[in-house]
């Protein structure tokens, strides 16, 4: 046996393994089989909006390559496999007429999935938003919540009977903040005024509303539903309780215009205050659809922020010193403590549900096959660094119950285009020939063992 001790490191009996991948990010087939374009299509052919003019036209070409791809899934021993429907090929347009053939592709993969004995977690929406939609003025108008509607009925009507994992949206704050604020460095780039922006929140909770109504009302016996959140988390700077106390207060603020009408079926007092007029429209019956219970919280966890105490403030945030590790991703710095304290802050600000850590990852480039292999030591340091974490989190009793990694294939990194390599599998985009990396052989025998090695 090559390790010593797994058992020592060992997680919960049953606790979820597996990996991540969006459909925008790995399909391809941009404009195969009725697709219709998405805004993540347009924008990176604007100019100087993705790094290197990278499109998603081709990808992983996971679309054509799903079989032999997910073949490689189960010899790595993956046996959980959260993936993303591309609404385009459902609704080319958004709303108006199914697209069968779009329907018939995610049945068969679905099927390939059941075939190797793997899971599907199926996210509903993963940024690729339908360009007819967002024509019609996408996250900033009603008419994109009533298209979710119908499209969330769709899906779930079609694959009840092969998917109980759904998750409605990917990180409701990266797709209204990057596609609509400030910078407008994601599609559509189009920034808007503040009280449209918060708009688009409160649009997108309303879409998390009506995917898990899809799934009460659709999803058959066994469904289970949740959002996942990319909550803001701050690392206390000691663990005193006095720093302790600030990560806190530096969390509910950051993250409560999303995380509490969910959970609390109203925007906080404090929120109100803060966007004072700029508040956005909300109709009748609109916190009912939000705040209806879930079954779990998926939240992806990449880089924390560095908190202390301040006398005569909630909260001091401390820049990290420039010196500071961090990936070749400039916004992520290597905080293995964020794992602990984005699940424990989310666990004891807003209670007992099972927490997935539905994505967790580092990206890094040029890193090339080098004799057939892929020696990313970075990148299993990286897993074993955060997994710690992880258990430390587990052991003072917050109900993490998975974790998957991001990302099963190096794959299109939106603005940072096919440079930046987040798989635990090498893509050579040239020739789509995989090659699992060293960080690949590790998790296999992190879920092998279900245990840090
Ligand atoms: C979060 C997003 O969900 C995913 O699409 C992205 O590739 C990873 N973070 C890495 O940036």
């Not at 961090?326 to 807003?350: F, M, N």
Request: aromatic share 12%; glycine share 8%.
């Amino acid at each position: 046996m090559p390790f010593l001790h797994p058992a020592k490191h060992s997680f919960p009996d049953n606790f979820i393994w597996g990996v991540s991948t969006a459909a925008p990010q790995i399909e391809g087939a941009a404009q195969a089989d009725g697709k219709g374009e998405s805004v993540w299509d347009r924008f990176s052919r604007v100019p100087g909006k993705v790094l290197n003019g990278d499109t998603l036209d081709v990808a992983c070409d996971h679309y054509h390559r799903f079989p032999a791809d997910f073949a490689l899934l189960r010899s790595l021993g993956i046996r959980n496999y959260r993936m993303s429907i591309a609404w385009p090929r459902i609704l080319p347009k958004g709303d108006g007429p199914v697209n069968q053939a779009g329907i018939d592709y995610y049945h068969r993969l679905f099927d390939s999935l059941a075939t190797n004995g793997i899971t599907p977690w199926v996210t509903m929406f993963h940024w690729d938003m339908p360009q007819a939609l967002e024509d019609r003025g996408g996250w900033t108008d009603h008419v994109t919540v009533d298209a979710f509607a119908r499209y969330a009925d769709t899906i779930v009507s079609a694959y009840s009977g092969k998917v109980k994992n759904w998750i409605t949206l990917n990180e409701i704050k990266c797709f209204t903040l990057l596609g609509y604020g400030p910078g407008a460095f994601a599609a559509p780039g189009r920034p808007v005024s503040a009280k449209l922006l918060n708009q688009t929140f409160h649009h997108a909770l309303l879409c998390h509303g009506h995917g898990v109504r899809a799934v009460r009302q659709h999803g058959g016996p066994g469904a289970r539903v949740g959002l996942t959140d990319n909550c803001d988390v701050p690392i206390p700077v000691t663990e005193s309780p006095a720093d302790i106390q600030a990560a806190r207060a530096w969390f509910v603020e950051k993250n409560l215009h999303i995380l509490d009408p969910i959970h609390r079926g109203k925007y906080s007092e404090d929120y109100l205050k803060r966007v004072g007029g700029d508040a956005p429209t909300v109709r009748d019956g609109d916190f009912e659809l939000i705040s209806a219970p879930t079954d779990f919280l998926g939240i992806n966890i990449y880089t924390g922020y560095w908190v202390r105490a301040k006398p005569g403030a909630a909260y001091e945030e401390i820049d990290a010193p420039v010196n500071y590790p961090r990936a070749d991703s400039k916004w992520l710095r290597l905080t293995p403590q964020v794992i602990y304290w984005g699940a424990r802050l989310v666990h004891e600000t807003y209670g007992a549900k099972p927490i997935y850590v539905t994505e967790n990852g580092c990206g890094y480039d040029a890193e090339n096959v080098v004799n057939g292999e892929v020696l990313d030591l970075h990148r299993r340091d990286f897993l074993r660094s955060y997994l710690r974490e992880l258990q430390r989190a587990i052991d003072d009793g917050v109900p993490v119950a998975g974790y998957f990694v991001w990302s099963f294939l190096d794959n299109f990194e939106w603005a940072d285009g096919y440079v930046r390599r987040f798989g635990i599998v090498h893509v050579d985009f040239a020739t789509q020939k995989r090659t699992p990396k060293l960080s690949a052989r590790y998790y296999s025998e992190v879920i092998r063992f279900n245990a840090i090695v």
